[in-house]
């Protein structure tokens, strides 16, 4: 009998594990391959696989964890990659599995010449073609006979979000699927056809095309059903008799509407969930659904359920529905147009400022879209198809702060999350959001669009066509900022609490200071580091030397950002010390507190913390404010190895300054070169040798102090910091040495970065493209690998497509690749 492999994919779903892994497990002989996929939960889902696994004992399950998700196709083809049966299943969720029909199956199957079997045949029957139903076979549909399955097929399409199996039935050409004249459920479970998202029936109709048209009639069928908009989804029950709505239904149904009143959209979108599984079309949990969604800003979600309200009969959650009291108020515009008003706030918050009198608002007229471009003085241009409203000039008295975010490279999922933890902590009364889109490169603008559609806390979008770097970013935000007072506001950050309106009050309160800001869990100025706020001092200010921007709120006047600081690094600081030249504190609210995701947008561009950017703007920010670092007073006798040390420390990797290089050379005897080279170094000793051997370029001392690292264990830094100065000096054997040490199982993005570019250089184009296609599925925003590209494209003589790619380079990063060329 063939050996059957069921992959099973959890997220999020610690309810469907015991039961569906129960199911599987209980075969009474049956030949199981169990591939287990939890694709990055953050419920109980890991705890509970592991129970069951522990419990069953099964010796051919294999169990893979991701710490953050991949999605679901991927992780499908994650567990092809360690399939060793000959027929595979994708059960979705199921209890009660027939397993003496199952072992018939098998059998079948084992001499079934055709790609494998279906429990509801793909034909024009089963598509609902004959009424009105657009819906598709789910997953769990299908049993595929592998060894059929054309090699360069079988794998299912990452693209989508659902409906891999009849992705995969389409794309092999639609061969003969054998319906299995048998059901292999014991009790009611439900066979769900799939109502899909417009990008998965985008990419059936690929799946179509090259799957050919030996059937042109079933093909014509099957496109008109992939066109088809629903208006009911096809639920084929095992019991075909309607079933009244459970009381269990109305009590969650109750649950979810309070929790929604509440302002606890988790608990709310739990309950809806609940419902919606055992019964896809219920209207009530449909609309509270996209309710939910909308109120935390997963537009994209809300709209595609649309289709499926209305697919079973109910009305938006913006229509007037004749003959209910549950009408929604509309805006009308200056063109008495009608358009979308955001349903109501939770109680517990204050009413959205509408400025529905533009001339009144301080604005100018917006045109229809609501983005423009930014021109070279950063204003917002008029030559462009569509603009923005603008500042005049005049402060609006409804405005009291305008927020500013700037955002770039893969934004939008950090963005919707800043947004939700703001929309859920703050009033919207007073404050407008000015978001400046540093050419981003994902769904941002169309999310920023729908955030100006809604009125989101009176939301304006900025969009320069390439990354002009945080300091004009903001600055563009500030030249267009109505309200008295700025908040600067980065996008990975969460708010736990009121905040703006209570920093606002400490600073109109505090004349002497020009900028507060709250405390962090995680940040470079120590000053700001706390795991929590102190309540007891919510009413006072901490004075400081600077402030880090991740949440920063200062009065709006003339300073601005240095914009000399590029991409990143140091202008927070520089602006705190041109608030300080100007006679202004800065300081500390040690009563306020939001988490702070640190670093995450500057790791995705290439710039992280003590990367060569950072360092240079260091370098600069120096000697603007004529800070020299210098050799501390009290060291001056220390021996002269302690000397090396505290050089070590102070110097700058990248940009040495000139007078510790000077103080370097005069110590650094050959007298002191034997002491190194003939003493055995306690390991932070000689750990910090080797850093400044690699500083200062002295290469003979450092192979020899290399040698002692044998038996030394390398933290991650160190490594990198060897196996980066090796590949600067093009000793490709040694850095890779050091790539290779690296203990953990999974190299990091920057240490294969390393050996992409070795790639490159050793013009392995083949190994490049594999490790290249694998870094950019990882991080899709990092300018080095679109760079990267297009050394590829010219290594293959076509200048053209790699010119596109150098553009994209420098779209991300112009100050790196400023000319729109191959040289970094």
């Given at each position: 009998m063939s050996k059957l492999t069921a992959i099973t994919i959890f997220q999020n779903r610690a309810s469907e594990v015991e039961s569906t892994l129960t199911a599987l497990y209980e075969h009474h002989g049956l030949p199981l391959e169990l591939i287990i996929i939890n694709d990055g939960s953050k419920d109980d889902t890991s705890g509970i696989i592991q129970s069951v696994v522990e419990y069953f004992q099964h010796e051919e399950t294999y169990y893979f964890e991701h710490e953050a998700p991949i999605g679901y196709g991927r992780s499908l083809n994650e567990a092809l990659l360690n399939v060793t049966g000959d027929i595979i299943w994708v059960p979705e969720h199921t209890s009660d599995i027939d397993f003496e029909k199952t072992t018939s199956l098998l059998e079948h199957l084992a001499t079934f010449p055709y790609a494998g079997a279906s429990l509801m045949t793909p034909d024009v029957e089963s598509l609902g073609i004959t009424g009105d139903v657009g819906s598709f076979p789910s997953d769990q549909s299908f049993f595929w006979n592998w060894n059929v399955v054309p090699e360069k097929e079988r794998y299912f399409n990452p693209a989508m979000e659902r409906g891999f199996g009849f992705e995969l039935w389409l794309r092999i050409g639609r061969p003969r699927l054998w319906k299995a004249p048998v059901n292999l459920f014991t009790g009611s479970t439900k066979w769900n056809f799939l109502d899909l998202k417009r990008s998965d029936r985008n990419e059936l109709r690929y799946a179509l095309l090259r799957g050919g048209a030996d059937n042109r009639d079933q093909a014509r069928i099957i496109e008109q059903q992939i066109e088809f908009i629903p208006r009911t989804i096809n639920v084929l029950e095992i019991s075909s008799e309607k079933q009244e709505e459970s009381t269990e239904h109305i009590a969650l149904i109750e649950k979810a509407q309070k929790a929604l009143n509440d302002g606890n959209y988790s608990v709310s979108l739990d309950a809806v969930e609940r419902v919606l599984r055992e019964d896809p079309l219920h209207k009530n949990a449909l609309t509270l659904k996209i309710q939910l969604l909308e109120r935390?800003?997963?537009?994209?979600?809300?709209?595609e359920l649309k289709y499926t309200?209305?697919?079973?009969?109910?009305?938006?959650?913006?229509?007037?529905?004749?003959?209910?009291?549950?009408?929604?108020?509309?805006?009308?515009?200056?063109?008495?147009?009608?358009?979308?008003?955001?349903?109501?706030?939770?109680?517990?918050?204050?009413e959205v400022v509408e400025l529905s009198d533009n001339a009144e608002?301080?604005?100018?007229?917006?045109?229809?879209?609501?983005?423009?471009?930014?021109?070279?003085d950063g204003e917002i241009s008029d030559e462009t198809e569509s603009v923005t409203p603008n500042a005049t000039g005049n402060r609006d008295e409804q405005i009291a702060i305008s927020l500013l975010i700037a955002v770039s490279g893969f934004a939008q999922s950090r963005l919707e999350r800043c947004l939700h933890s703001l929309h859920q902590n703050e009033s919207q009364t007073g404050i407008e959001l000015i978001i400046i889109d540093n050419a981003t490169l994902d769904n941002t603008p169309e999310y920023l669009e729908q955030l100006q559609a809604d009125r989101f806390f009176n939301c304006r979008v900025l969009t320069n066509p390439q990354n002009r770097g945080f300091a004009k970013a903001i600055n563009q935000g500030i030249d267009n900022a109505r309200g008295e007072y700025v908040c600067v506001m980065h996008d990975d950050v969460q708010v736990k609490m009121p905040l703006l309106h209570q920093l606002k009050k400490l600073l109109a309160d505090n004349k002497a200071f020009g900028a507060v800001a709250p405390l962090t869990d995680y940040t470079l100025n120590l000053d700001q580091v706390s795991e929590r706020a102190e309540s007891a001092k919510s009413d006072i200010l901490i004075e400081t030397e600077y402030l880090d921007s991740f949440y920063l709120l200062f009065r709006n006047n003339d300073i601005r950002f240095d914009e000399t600081f590029g991409a990143a690094y140091f202008e927070d600081i520089d602006f705190s010390f041109q608030l300080?030249?100007?006679?202004?504190?800065?300081?500390?609210?040690?009563?306020?507190?939001?988490?702070?995701?640190?670093?995450?947008?500057?790791?995705?561009?290439?710039?992280?913390v003590k990367s060569p950017r950072y360092w240079e703007n260091a370098e600069y920010f120096h000697k603007k404010w004529n800070m020299e670092i210098t050799f501390p007073a009290e060291q001056v006798h220390a021996p002269d190895v302690d000397k090396l040390l505290i050089i070590n420390e102070l110097i700058n990797p990248h940009f040495p300054e000139p007078h510790l290089k000077q103080l370097f050379d005069e110590l650094f005897t050959s007298e002191l070169r034997t002491q190194i080279l003939e003493n055995n170094w306690p390991k932070d000793v000689l750990l910090g040798l080797v850093q400044l051997m690699m500083k200062m370029e002295v290469r003979d001392v450092l192979r020899s102090l290399e040698e002692e690292l044998n038996d030394v264990e390398l933290d991650v830094d160190m490594?990198?910091?060897?196996?980066?100065?090796?590949?600067?000096?093009?000793?490709?054997?040694?850095?890779?040495?050091?790539?290779?040490?690296?203990?953990?199982?999974?190299?990091?993005?920057?240490?294969?970065?390393?050996?992409?570019?070795?790639?490159?250089?050793?013009?392995?184009?083949?190994?490049?493209?594999?490790?290249?296609?694998?870094?950019?599925?990882?991080?899709?925003?990092?300018?080095?690998?679109?760079?990267?590209?297009?050394?590829?494209?010219?290594?293959?003589?076509?200048?053209?497509?790699?010119?596109?790619?150098?553009?994209?380079?420098?779209?991300?990063?112009?100050?790196?690749y400023p000319e729109k060329n191959k040289t970094p």
């Open positions: 935390m800003r997963r537009y994209v979600e809300a709209s309200l209305k697919a079973a009969g109910g009305h938006l959650p913006d229509e007037k529905v004749p003959g209910t009291d549950h009408q929604k108020d509309q805006i009308t515009n200056e063109d008495e147009e009608q358009e979308y008003q955001p349903e109501d706030e939770p109680e517990g918050t204050e608002a301080g604005m100018e007229p917006a045109q229809e879209s609501g983005t423009g471009q930014i021109d070279s300080r030249e100007n006679g202004s504190k800065v300081g500390i609210s040690p009563g306020l507190w939001i988490h702070h995701e640190f670093g995450q947008t500057t790791a995705e561009l290439g710039i992280p490594l990198y910091e060897l196996a980066f100065f090796y590949y600067r000096h093009n000793i490709f054997s040694r850095s890779r040495f050091y790539i290779s040490e690296y203990p953990g199982d999974t190299v990091p993005f920057h240490f294969r970065l390393l050996e992409l570019e070795m790639l490159l250089a050793e013009k392995e184009a083949e190994k490049t493209v594999d490790l290249l296609t694998s870094l950019l599925e990882e991080n899709p925003s990092h300018p080095d690998l679109y760079r990267i590209s297009g050394e590829l494209h010219s290594l293959n003589g076509d200048e053209e497509e790699a010119s596109r790619f150098f553009e994209l380079a420098a779209q991300i990063d112009p100050y790196r």
